[in-house]
């Protein structure tokens, strides 16, 4: 893969924008499940450069985890690294993306990974499979974008467009011919693979007069079920199937995706992307037909609804093998806060953190400090366990809003069963925050409104086949519990997936130390790991 510049028009305008091989999107990767998956990555641009297979479980291969700072330094210009990863037991639909500042504003693909050979999926087969990957854009450069906010210290700008597969369609300028078509058959069935790769919107989507099923999440095959609408946040992947109408209707149909929001007051992206679903006739011309039935953008109940069909297939095939004893169990605040003002100034500087925390990169990787056992000015193993600062959590925000700074690891040690609950808070308003765990899949074990209740919330927990994802929505002005076996060696970067939460400070780290065994034990780096 060769990262570099490439012109693209979009929205009536041209610019420069970094990509993959000069495409935007970038080429889709495809794999089988139990394949070793070899990528020269080359840096041909004025930026550093990573690389993050979102979703792979990467069984100690951290270095090929790619979060910058946190498992690598950044590529440099002109450099090449070579990420090697084997995909274990994993199959479905995952993707990558840069992951360092906003470059996967533009550097992004979807990831296929079949199953092994004359393993059928566990539902009939399409006819034909499709990837669907949602994309945010901006006419002007994302990285002045985030430059200009972290100087203010106020909100970046907002994105001008979403995209289908690179294309925002005919509800924007200039862009009746940039749109994403999709040529059907009547009666047969296709596999629609979509991510999510926005940087700050969580996406409904909907095909007019179509109805969609369900039949896996983030690479992980869910009981199926059957709706007009979905909701799908950044970091995440979902499999619907799509049943073609029996006949050639007269009418072509909108695919629609507009953004879940509940920031008010405050700005946010509120227009909609659209594709065309077509139904090839001969000679037919037709108007497409539009689906005003996404939800309100605030619309909360139907997320949850939504959210709560979710279950893991719990087959002996495929089992939902949740940790049913707890060793670790965790609480941690998500939300947001402010940094404290110079001196005799006025001003509001936003931040966001997890237990008060809001993370520094330090200037090396975190993994290589801790595999060379050079930690020391580096990081702290000293990240708090529950809000060093307790208070009604999604009642009246506390006077003081001001968020801590440091490089602090939470340390696991190894097939340690943790139990994390992650409370949204009230500070500077409630929302929805779609958390990332790299390097493992946890199950969602509860959710609920207000104030977690650690007396009476467990009872409802479902651990017979709570849904496996690797990025969950922590529900506005709610909770969600998580449980996953820390069965993997390395230091793991956790983060919302809105990337300006993720700038402000939304990001920890997990240290899971070496196992006694062989098998347990980080492989050491490879020889051309890049060097800060």
Not at 227 to 249: D, E, M, R
């Amino acid at each position: 893969m060769q990262v570099q510049m490439a012109n693209v028009t979009r929205l009536c305008g041209t610019k420069s924008i970094v990509t993959v091989n000069g495409e935007y999107p970038g080429p889709a990767l495809l794999a089988r499940e139990g394949d070793r998956v070899v990528v020269r990555v080359t840096n041909r641009v004025a930026h550093n450069v990573t690389l993050h297979w979102h979703g792979i479980r990467q069984l100690r291969t951290g270095w090929a985890d790619g979060p910058a700072y946190v498992t690598q330094c950044p590529i440099q210009t002109g450099q090449s690294y070579v990420y090697d990863f084997t995909v274990t037991g994993q199959r479905g639909t995952l993707w990558w993306h840069a992951h360092i500042s906003w470059l996967r504003a533009t550097v992004y693909g979807a990831i296929i990974i079949l199953p092994k050979h004359g393993v059928p999926y566990p539902f009939a087969a399409p006819h034909k499979e499709v990837p669907v990957v949602f994309g945010e854009w901006w006419k002007a450069d994302t990285e002045a974008v985030v430059r200009q906010a972290l100087r203010t210290g106020g909100a970046p700008n907002i994105s001008d467009a979403f995209t289908i597969n690179g294309l925002p369609g005919p509800l924007y300028n200039c862009s009746a011919k940039d749109t994403f078509k999709l040529k059907v058959e009547p009666g047969k069935t296709y596999m629609l693979r979509l991510v999510n790769a926005a940087l700050n919107d969580e996406l409904f989507f909907s095909v007019a007069n179509h109805t969609l099923t369900v039949v896996e999440v983030d690479a992980v095959y869910v009981k199926p079920f059957t709706v007009k609408t979905l909701i799908i946040s950044p970091g995440q992947t979902t499999n619907v199937l799509l049943t073609a109408k029996p006949f050639h209707p007269k009418a072509n149909f909108y695919m629609s995706a507009a953004p879940y929001s509940t920031i008010r007051p405050g700005t946010f992206d509120n227009t909609t992307v659209a594709g065309i679903l077509e139904y090839q006739k001969p000679g037919s011309p037709s108007v497409p037909s539009f689906d005003k039935d996404l939800p309100l953008s605030n619309d909360t109940g139907f997320v949850t609804n939504f959210t709560s069909k979710l279950r893991s297939l719990a087959t002996p095939q495929y089992p939902a093998a949740v940790p049913r004893s707890v060793d670790k169990p965790f609480f941690f605040t998500v939300g947001l806060g402010t940094l404290p003002c110079p001196a005799n100034t006025t001003c509001q500087q936003f931040a966001a953190a997890m237990n008060n925390v809001s993370l520094v990169l330090p200037s090396t990787a975190l993994l290589q400090s801790h595999f060379t056992g050079v930690s020391r000015g580096v990081y702290g193993s000293n990240f708090p366990v529950t809000p060093l600062l307790k208070f009604n959590y999604t009642g009246a925000p506390p006077n003081n809003t001001n968020v801590a700074k440091g490089t602090k690891l939470l340390v696991l040690p190894f097939n340690t069963s943790v139990e994390l609950v992650m409370q949204d808070t009230s500070i500077l308003g409630f929302e929805s925050h779609p958390l990332h765990l790299h390097g493992f899949n946890f199950f969602v074990v509860g959710q609920g409104f207000g104030n977690y209740d650690a007396v009476n919330d467990p009872a409802k927990f479902n651990l017979v086949d709570p849904v496996e994802r690797n990025t969950v929505g922590v529900p506005a002005g709610g909770w969600v519990a998580i449980r996953f076996l820390a069965d993997n060696p390395g230091v793991w970067f956790m983060h919302c997936h809105l990337e300006v939460h993720t700038t402000w400070g939304l990001r920890m780290a997990w240290l899971v130390l070496d196992g006694s065994l062989p098998s347990q034990k980080l492989l050491p780096p490879p020889a051309d790991l890049p060097k800060c």
